[in-house]
């Protein structure tokens, strides 16, 4: 693979789902990799399109870029990309090297492990961090639990090894589609903008080439959230959509952001009225939150003990057992988690009023 066409792959990859103008492209390639021609790239783009590998669709005076993923090849040339960038960026990094192939030999036998992206490498690495998103298979919910308490136990050795954070989330494979398809602002179709895949690329590549061919629409998020600045708007209107409206606040339109997001930002807050808005939100909406994504939100922002306190408060309180909450739970005591607890009285009273019990 040529420079032009890896730095031409790299900037349509980080940009899922956002078609880009030559123009568009050509900047964002000097802004990463600088001295940029648009000549140059213009007649790559053309040359690449020709053979199938992007697609050009005229918008107004200007042609828009995107990746084609009905070209056979786009998967392997996508992996190949991936790779390049893994060698370019553990270039010169013993340690993270190290690391990186302590994580291979440990996590190989692990047969529900799918893929193993390395999210913002760059900036992490700065932060004597990482952070991995940890792509699974799907199987029966008890090898699953197991699979998942082995991950957290390893990655923790390691962390204290290399005296280095490491931060990650698993996903299946059904619920991390669900959340690149999904309209809400969320973690996976942030982590999908800068990331590299250190192990497996093709299988991540095979999945959304998968999805957009079942017409999918998947857009990545350029920017990441910071759950601690969320705006006031947007609080109130996502806590109405998840079934906790407060009395006073107008609900207005705001931004639709996912629920985990939401609790983080409760839980930075830290308003005794407010928390108890994270035991309503996920008593009504018990099936359809992603606790993987919770558990790894709560660990990197340092809220994992008052988490447990509440999920148990939850398991007590709520008369249909909140069976969901067992295995993050159990994932959470695994880790040593030291728990927070919670005011069950509060709580009690408070899912009495929005009518759970």
């Given at each position: 693979m040529?420079?032009?066409?890896?730095?031409?792959?790299?900037?349509?990859?980080?940009?899922?789902?956002?078609?880009l103008?030559?123009?568009?492209?050509?900047c964002?390639?000097?802004?990463?990799?600088?001295?940029?021609?648009?000549?140059?790239?213009?007649?790559?783009?053309?040359?690449?399109?020709?053979?199938?590998?992007?697609?050009?669709?005229?918008?107004?005076?200007?042609?828009?870029?995107?990746?084609?993923f009905?070209?056979?090849?786009?998967?392997?040339?996508?992996?190949?990309?991936?790779?390049?960038?893994?060698?370019?960026?553990?270039?010169?990094?013993?340690?993270?090297?190290?690391?990186?192939?302590?994580?291979?030999?440990?996590?190989?036998?692990?047969?529900?492990?799918?893929?193993?992206?390395l999210?913002?490498?760059?900036?992490n690495?700065?932060?004597?961090?990482?952070?991995?998103?940890?792509?699974?298979?799907?199987?029966e919910?008890?090898s699953?639990?197991?699979?998942?308490?082995?991950?957290?136990?390893?990655?923790?050795?390691?962390?204290?090894?290399?005296?280095?954070?490491?931060?990650h989330?698993?996903?299946?494979?059904?619920?991390?589609?669900?959340?690149?398809?999904?309209?809400?602002?969320n973690?996976?179709?942030?982590m999908?903008?800068?990331?590299?895949?250190?192990?497996?690329?093709?299988?991540?590549?095979?999945?959304?080439?998968?999805?957009?061919?079942?017409g999918?629409?998947?857009?990545?998020?350029?920017?990441?959230?910071?759950?601690?600045?969320?705006s006031?708007n947007?609080?109130?209107?996502?806590?109405?959509?998840?079934?906790?409206?407060?009395?006073?606040?107008?609900?207005?339109?705001g931004n639709?952001?996912?629920?985990?997001?939401i609790?983080?930002?409760?839980?930075?807050?830290?308003?005794?009225?407010?928390?108890?808005?994270?035991?309503?939100?996920?008593?009504?909406?018990?099936e359809?939150?992603?606790?993987?994504?919770?558990l790894?939100?709560?660990?990197?922002y340092?809220?994992?003990?008052?988490?447990?306190?509440?999920?148990?408060?939850?398991?007590?309180?709520?008369?249909?057992?909140?069976?969901?909450?067992n295995?993050?739970?159990?994932?959470?005591?695994?880790?040593?988690?030291?728990?927070?607890?919670?005011n069950e009285?509060?709580?009690?009273?408070?899912?009495?009023?929005?009518?759970?019990?």
């Amino acid at each position: 693979m040529d420079e032009a066409t890896y730095r031409i792959l790299n900037i349509l990859g980080r940009n899922l789902g956002r078609p880009l103008s030559i123009n568009e492209l050509t900047c964002k390639m000097e802004e990463i990799y600088g001295g940029t021609y648009y000549a140059n790239t213009n007649e790559k783009i053309h040359d690449l399109a020709k053979d199938g590998i992007i697609t050009l669709a005229k918008s107004g005076r200007s042609s828009l870029t995107s990746l084609n993923f009905n070209n056979y090849s786009i998967t392997d040339l996508l992996a190949e990309m991936e790779l390049r960038r893994k060698y370019e960026f553990f270039s010169g990094k013993q340690e993270m090297q190290m690391l990186m192939m302590e994580i291979d030999t440990h996590l190989y036998n692990f047969l529900l492990i799918k893929s193993i992206s390395l999210i913002n490498p760059e900036r992490n690495v700065k932060l004597n961090r990482v952070e991995l998103l940890i792509h699974l298979r799907k199987t029966e919910k008890k090898s699953m639990t197991e699979a998942k308490i082995g991950i957290y136990k390893i990655l923790d050795a390691l962390q204290g090894i290399h005296n280095i954070r490491i931060d990650h989330v698993t996903l299946e494979e059904k619920l991390f589609l669900n959340m690149l398809k999904s309209d809400e602002i969320n973690p996976a179709r942030e982590m999908l903008s800068n990331k590299i895949v250190i192990l497996n690329p093709q299988d991540l590549w095979l999945e959304i080439k998968k999805a957009e061919k079942e017409g999918i629409k998947i857009i990545a998020e350029t920017s990441e959230t910071n759950p601690a600045h969320l705006s006031e708007n947007d609080l109130i209107f996502n806590l109405a959509r998840f079934g906790y409206t407060e009395f006073g606040p107008k609900i207005k339109q705001g931004n639709l952001i996912c629920m985990e997001y939401i609790i983080i930002a409760i839980m930075f807050q830290n308003d005794a009225r407010r928390m108890d808005a994270i035991s309503v939100i996920l008593a009504k909406n018990s099936e359809k939150t992603n606790y993987d994504l919770l558990l790894f939100l709560v660990l990197k922002y340092g809220f994992g003990g008052k988490m447990l306190g509440i999920l148990k408060a939850l398991k007590n309180l709520v008369a249909h057992g909140m069976k969901t909450v067992n295995e993050p739970i159990l994932l959470l005591e695994a880790m040593n988690v030291e728990e927070v607890k919670a005011n069950e009285k509060s709580i009690k009273e408070k899912l009495s009023l929005y009518h759970v019990t």
